[in-house]
């Protein structure tokens, strides 16, 4: 059965929706490296010389074509849109002269086209409520053999491999322990304590006064392992010794919360320390540079944060202080973010685990849908804000939101995976379904909704949502990081605790503003 919203959604891709594409008022073609799409793409091509009309033939992966012709080299595929399957296209454009003479071809390209939404009830339904699969999830995390080392040992886990990022390993279970402490009070005690461990072991890992970097916790760190183990994660030891500007403002979040949980001040004074060193680095851009060394405090690379994770830090501290230098940089980070990421659509990948790339090599979602989220906190009454974060939320399922077949160049033979669908792809450095990214998709369908009240988008939301329950393991809680796997409901190959404790915050969300 075809619900309104599943016609409604295929109707709005094979239209003539422009706010996200390039080439509108004077925004940079974005999609050049693009592989997919699911929402008609505007697609730039070279404008030849004497050239008064080009013909776009589109080929399926079954042989068959579709063409129609236009005066310009670039432009929306609008009128074959509709009519493409869901696979690969490839796209010729031929170039014809006045007399409608071919001169050359002006380019190709081969693309994915997306399945549209489907429509939640032509899914399968959820597994258990939103909720329930946030408690499973906090509950594992809280028996995970590694969390639990923490608890003993005062340490992170030397066994479990990405605690070679602390910052964004234990930022992440500090905020975690404190939910699971509200929600199960049989465990709360043990749960603030493994908060504090954790926040205790990065105080104590942050640079100190004789170094540029005072006060910040480490990026990169291996100094929980024995002497003599194995240090199997190659990028940490390459980056030892800087800072990824992006984490420190994540461990100040983390500890604020943590003061608030437990009433201790060394943790706010933390978080305060990390604060005055964002407010007295910041660059005339309102941004920072994104990795900094520890020895000299010079940047090590080019790149700008992209600072959405500082906004978040710059708006608790003017609600604590009230201070109005905090409300400035808040504001200069928007501003950022509006001028080098909303205008041209610069949504760089930025991990603490993958290369720096040039602009458009790898896009994600992240930082889009903090933009949305900061739009819809601050600006929902803002007519011209509520259409940039509508375009984003375009934008977000064009490029990372699979509802139904992927792409065939999205495999990994060497572990025989199976793809689970709908879902939400992390970078195109990593362009797979990931729970994180998932779950933080639909938290922006949701938070769209709301600005909009056009229930589409809540469909959407909770479509991803109910696919998360289902991916979780009903016994263990253990929602699986990349859905890749031949059994992804128990396989923890390259399981990632942030992401599955991000998820869970995500669902936790989710059933608070769905009831669902």
């Excluded at 409604?8 to 490296?33: C, D, L, M, S, T």
């Excluded at 002269?97 to 086209?113: L, P, Q, V, W």
């Excluded at 010794?241 to 949980?261: I, Q, S, T």
């Excluded at 700008?304 to 003017?318: E, G, H, S, W």
Aim: glycine share 6%; with cysteine.
């Amino acid at each position: 059965m075809q619900s309104l919203f599943a016609k409604q959604a295929p109707e709005e891709y094979n239209g003539e929706i422009a706010g996200f594409h390039g080439g509108i008022n004077g925004r940079p073609f974005w999609n050049v490296h693009s592989s997919q799409f699911t929402y008609n793409p505007k697609l730039r091509f070279p404008i030849i010389p004497g050239a008064e009309s080009y013909v776009f033939t589109a080929t399926d992966s079954d042989g068959k074509t579709y063409s129609f012709k236009s005066e310009n080299s670039t432009t929306l595929l609008t009128e074959i849109w509709k009519d493409l399957p869901t696979g690969v296209i490839t796209l010729k454009v031929e170039a014809f002269d006045k007399n409608e003479k071919f001169m050359c071809i002006s380019g190709m390209r081969t693309f994915f086209k997306c399945d549209p939404f489907p429509g939640r009830e032509n899914l399968l339904p959820k597994a258990y409520s939103y909720r329930e699969c946030a408690l499973k999830a906090y509950r594992f995390a809280y028996n995970d053999k590694s969390i639990q080392y923490l608890l003993k040992n005062g340490k992170p886990d030397p066994e479990y491999n990405l605690n070679v990022f602390p910052s964004k390993m234990l930022s992440g279970i500090i905020n975690a322990m404190i939910t699971y402490a509200k929600m199960e009070s049989e465990n709360a005690a043990n749960a603030l304590e493994i908060a504090k461990k954790a926040a205790d072991y990065l105080l104590a890992l942050s640079y100190g006064e004789e170094s540029p970097l005072a006060g910040l916790p480490y990026t990169y760190s291996i100094d929980h392992y024995e002497e003599g183990q194995e240090i199997p994660v190659k990028v940490a030891l390459d980056r030892l010794g800087n800072v990824m500007m992006l984490y420190p403002c994540m461990v100040a979040e983390a500890y604020f919360n943590l003061a608030d949980a437990t009433g201790d001040t060394k943790y706010s004074d933390a978080a305060i320390k990390i604060a005055e060193f964002y407010r007295d680095n910041v660059q005339p851009n309102g941004s920072w540079y994104l990795y900094i060394s520890s020895k000299d405090g010079t940047p090590q690379a080019e790149n700008y944060c992209v600072p959405d994770k500082m906004i978040n830090l710059m708006t608790v501290m003017y609600k604590r202080t009230g201070d109005k230098v905090w409300k400035d940089l808040e504001d200069g980070c928007y501003r950022y973010i509006e001028k080098n990421c909303i205008d041209g659509y610069n949504w760089e990948g930025q991990f603490e685990d993958t290369a720096i790339r040039s602009n458009y090599e790898n896009l994600t979602h992240f930082t889009a849908l903090s933009a949305i989220r900061h739009i819809a906190a601050n600006k929902a009454d803002d007519p011209q804000a509520v259409e940039t974060a509508i375009n984003l939320m375009r934008f977000v399922e064009d490029q990372f939101v699979v509802w139904g077949k992927y792409a065939p160049w999205c495999r990994n033979t060497e572990y025989n995976e199976f793809w689970e669908s709908p879902a939400g792809l992390e970078q195109y450095q990593w362009y797979v379904p990931v729970d994180g990214s998932t779950a933080a998709i639909a938290s922006a369908f949701l938070a769209v909704y709301e600005l909009t009240g056009d229930k589409l988008w809540y469909e959407k939301a909770c479509a991803l949502a109910d696919m998360i329950t289902r991916m979780q393991n009903e016994q263990t809680g253990l929602i699986p990081t990349q859905w890749i796997t031949e059994n992804p409901k128990t396989n923890i190959w390259n399981f990632w605790i942030n992401c599955h404790l991000g998820t869970a915050r995500s669902m936790y969300r989710l059933w608070e503003a769905t009831g669902e």
